[in-house]
């Protein structure tokens, strides 16, 4: 597989589920404005904040407010991690790789991008639950597609591989606001309201009833054990690492277990610190500083992913000539 079709594919499936993990981020804080008790102010500059995106906000915007935070991360085009920004980019990716997907797909990934764009902006500040729940089943849609159309070889492993590490990262960080920022303060610990909060943060994962399977009452600990540490919920961080490690030495055909380059080795140390990490002492020693040393590695693994599979290498002249000759 080309190179430049390889890295169109990753990127297409990372902007999609970014798109909806920008949806489900949105949706933490919506879900806890319906249910907070009266005296408590709602919190946005933690969304913006938490995407890495908060110095171009307070350029254009300012003081976060619910409006125009919304707007910043769905429809504002100058934000590269706003929903409609990355609709569009998956759409260009997928558009110049249109013979190596379905039909289907690109159907859908261009349906989904017409659907923001043509949303009006008003309508969406009334209805901004229901906005953000089509963008979560119009990737879900993706993803089914992918999943049952396209042939599992090599490009569809380059698509898990880039979907399974978007999720990773934004579970982390979905996790870490919650944890980290959105609690307004200490005297709401163990309260109903500390409830809500993490019931909320559940259902931003589409986690609330496997996790009440699994775990029954909602624990602080369980909650964050569930989304980091559970090797069965597909939208758990673990989960994430082992397959996106699975389908990258399915790429390169190295044995599990071994590595042949820095991403291998990178994402391979990563699944296993998760692995054997255990949900107590990550507590003890602070989940943010954990989560924030982890998305660090994660963008390490990222550059690896390009600096081996994507990027352009200089070509020796004098073998080129050599083969040519020999061809």
Sequence with gaps: MLSRVAESIYWMSRYIERAENVA????????????????????????VATTGDDALFSDKYGEPTHETVIKFLTFDTENPNSIISCLRAARENARSIRENISSEMWEQIN??????????????????????TDIKIASQLFIGQTDNIMSHSEGWHFCQLGRLIERADKT???????????????????????????????HSASAFEMYRRTHGM??????????????????????????????????????????????????????????????????????????????????????????????LRPVDRISTVSQSQMQ
């Excluded at 981020?25 to 008790?37: G, K, R, S, T």
């Excluded at 043509?118 to 209805?127: F, G, Q, S």
């Excluded at 307004?184 to 559940?202: C, E, R």
């Design 172 to 202: 982390s960080r979905i996790v870490d606001v919650k944890y980290f920022i959105l609690l307004p303060s200490v005297v709401d610990v163990d309260t109903s309201y500390d409830d809500i909060q993490w019931g909320a943060l559940l």
């Design 111 to 132: 349906d989904t991008y017409l659907m923001v764009t043509e949303t009006p902006e008003e309508w969406t500040m009334t209805e901004p639950h229901q906005f953000f």
């Design 24 to 47: 489900r981020f949105v949706d933490v804080n919506l879900q806890l404005l319906l249910d907070q008790p009266a005296g408590i102010q709602a919190q946005w500059d933690p969304l």
């Design 218 to 311: 909602i624990l602080p600990n369980s909650v964050v054990h569930f989304l980091l540490l559970d090797r069965d919920f597909p939208r758990s961080v673990l989960y994430c690492l082992k397959n996106a490690e699975e389908s990258l030495h399915a790429i390169s055909g190295t044995p599990i277990e071994t590595f042949s380059n820095p991403a291998e080795q990178g994402l391979g140390q990563l699944h296993s610190e998760f692995a054997y990490a255990q949900v107590d002492q990550i507590l003890n020693t602070g989940l943010h500083e954990f989560l924030d040393a982890f998305q660090t590695k994660l963008n390490l693994v990222g550059e690896d992913i390009y600096k081996t599979f994507f990027a």
